[in-house]
């Protein structure tokens, strides 16, 4: 209870009412038995001056004494000159030698001497044989005669024990009264600030809305409205804080780049959208249990020192192989790190795509080129003088010039399919007219290798796409065409097509070819690819006639894939997007 501000109030109060009662008792002594002491003085003066006045009129000195006496309720003595005893209340009247004897000693107290000396004398002490302080007052008579009254101190104790009862008593009474007020003065005060703390603690907890609104007018009520401002203040603090914080989180994710933030011991903290996208929730873990890398490792390490730096590391996230740039830096007060991470993965792959495509478009032109230089010198040098000779040589540098015309021709077709700039216009197309008009220009080459071309699913009602009308001739020519040049004599190409939903037709092309083994399935569609390069430039072809087919289908809003089986043939298949036909209304 002592600990408590209740306790300590109520301690204190008692404690100073305590002393005060201790003080009185010890003032109250001294102070009674001097005022005591000097009223009993002055009344045994009076008591010594009646008996001399008594001795002067003449009267006997024991008789004197033994009036004097009783009526004052004293001891009276008179000594002689000599100090030999004349008078005593407390004997009988005096046989001479006997009282002589026994009061020598005392006629020469120091009172009885101050009296003969200075006319009056006191002195306080027990007399002989006794353990009661007695009061001593002497006087001075005529002819050296000294009256002496005495009487015990006694009263003056009875008095004092009086007094200390009645101080015990009014104090035992004080304190309670006190006891009384304090618990009545700390109740009032401790309830407020109980409940003070009460709110303070639901806030800490979290309970924002929490507040005192103390109506009472004193520093407790103040201490309640400043409880009350603090509150307000932080819930104005936090509020800002949430909004700040949902604006960095909108920053955050709105982000390409994957962000993550880490504590002082390198554990991720915060993460954005991107990152989580990149390499799912990290949070909790290390950067290199979230991203295997010994570089990201390395840079971390170097930002938690303080050390700001940029590396690009190579990773697999899942099974992806994936290229990030890192951009690794410390936080203020070296808290942690943030890192900034930009996939690459596509752009680092352009760049190689690109390269590869030069490389590759720079061999494919070069044989052409150097089949019709060596044919042309070897003219030059002579063979031209033969007939047989130079028509053949003639006939070789003609097809390879068909061969280059077709590869530059397929090189600005694949431009014309890359380059944004080129605009396709999409219009409602007939697909019945397309595919017929596609399958007459093969007609030819098929009927050479004595292939049939078949049409399915054109029935009454038109289908029409949305698609640029030249695009998509290009994408059936190409896809009818492999399909031929693919497919051993005697085989069939079938071009199937139908609405597959309401919004998107299918067109497909499906052969009875020797079909496209699974590795290769994924590859055909890059540029300058071929299952069998040997046998495919036999067959003319450059490789880039699926890469083309691939963008026109993007192009024009659709896709295209494939279904193979070795042996079994090939299927193509090209989504696209219906349209009405135009002029045919809504
Ligand atoms: N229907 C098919 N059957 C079997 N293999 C095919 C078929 N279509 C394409 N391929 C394979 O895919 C490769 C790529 O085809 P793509 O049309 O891009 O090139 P290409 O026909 O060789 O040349 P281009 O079309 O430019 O004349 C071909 O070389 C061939 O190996
Ligand atoms: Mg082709």
New binding site residues.
């Given amino acids: 209870m002592l600990g408590s501000l209740r306790g300590r109030i109520v301690g204190a109060i008692l404690l100073v009412t305590l002393a005060g009662m201790v003080q009185s008792l010890l003032i109250s002594d001294p102070l009674i038995e001097g005022q005591e002491t000097r009223r009993m003085e002055r009344e045994l003066a009076a008591i010594a001056r009646t008996t001399v006045t008594r001795l002067v009129r003449g009267g006997e000195a024991h008789d004197v004494a033994e009036q004097v006496g009783s009526l004052a309720s004293a001891h009276v003595v008179i000594f002689g000159p000599e100090g030999e005893l004349l008078g005593d209340s407390a004997q009988l009247r005096p046989t001479g030698e006997r009282l002589r004897d026994t009061l020598t000693e005392d006629s020469r107290a120091s009172e009885v001497m101050s009296a003969r000396t200075e006319g009056s004398g006191t002195s306080v002490r027990a007399p002989l044989g006794s353990r009661t302080d007695r009061l001593f007052v002497a006087v001075r008579a005529e002819r050296g005669v000294v009256v002496r009254v005495d009487r015990a101190l006694t009263p003056v104790d009875e008095m004092r024990s009086n007094l200390r009862f009645v101080i015990v008593g009014v104090g035992a009474a004080a304190l309670l009264l006190a006891w009384l007020l304090s618990e009545l003065l700390t109740r009032s005060l401790a309830r407020p600030i109980a409940e003070i703390a009460r709110a303070a603690d639901s806030l800490t907890a979290g309970d924002i809305g929490v507040r005192v609104r103390s109506e009472r007018d004193d520093e407790l009520g103040g201490l309640g409205r400043s409880f009350d401002r603090m509150a307000d203040a932080i819930d104005q603090r936090i509020a800002r804080m949430g909004s700040e914080e949902a604006q960095l989180r909108t920053i955050l994710d709105a982000m390409v780049e994957g962000v993550f933030v880490t504590d002082r011991e390198g554990r991720i903290q915060l993460t954005n959208a991107a990152l989580q996208r990149l390499a799912g929730r990290v949070e909790g873990r290390t950067a290199v249990e979230a991203i295997r890398s010994a570089d990201l490792h390395e840079a971390v390490a170097g930002a938690l020192r303080g050390v700001e730096s940029s590396v690009t590391i190579e990773t697999r996230l899942g099974l992806d192989p994936r290229i990030l740039a890192a951009q690794v830096a410390p936080l203020p007060g070296r808290k942690g790190v943030v890192a900034v991470l930009h996939d690459v993965t596509e752009l680092k792959l352009a760049d190689t795509v690109r390269r590869d495509f030069v490389a590759n478009a720079s061999h494919e032109l070069r044989t052409p080129l150097t089949a019709i230089r060596g044919f042309a010198e070897t003219l030059a040098d002579g063979a031209i003088g033969d007939p047989v000779l130079a028509k053949r040589f003639l006939g070789r540098i003609l097809e390879h010039s068909v061969r280059l015309q077709r590869l530059v021709d397929?090189l600005l077709e694949l431009s014309r399919a890359e380059s944004p700039d080129v605009v396709f216009t999409l219009e409602p197309v007939d697909v019945s007219a397309a595919v017929a008009k596609a399958l007459r220009g093969l007609e030819r080459n098929a009927t050479e290798k004595q292939i049939t071309l078949g049409v399915e699913g054109l029935g009454s009602t038109a289908l029409f796409v949305q698609a640029d009308a030249v695009a998509l001739d290009h994408v059936l020519v190409?896809l009818i065409?492999?399909?031929v040049?693919?497919t051993p004599e005697g085989g069939h190409v079938t071009v199937r097509v139908r609405a597959a939903d309401d919004d998107y037709a299918e067109l497909e092309v499906a052969?009875t070819?020797?079909?496209?083994a699974q590795q290769h399935l994924s590859r055909?569609f890059e540029r300058f690819?071929?299952?069998?390069s040997g046998r495919?430039r036999e067959i003319?072809?450059?490789?880039?006639?699926?890469?083309i087919v691939k963008h026109f289908a993007q192009r024009m809003g659709g896709e295209v894939t494939v279904e193979s089986k070795l042996g079994r043939g090939?299927t193509f298949l090209v989504r696209l997007r219906r349209a009405r036909p135009s002029g045919a209304g809504a």
């Fill in positions: 397929d190409n065409d492999n399909g040049k693919y052969d070819g020797g079909g496209i055909i690819y071929r299952v069998d495919a003319g072809g450059t490789g880039l006639g699926l890469a090939t």
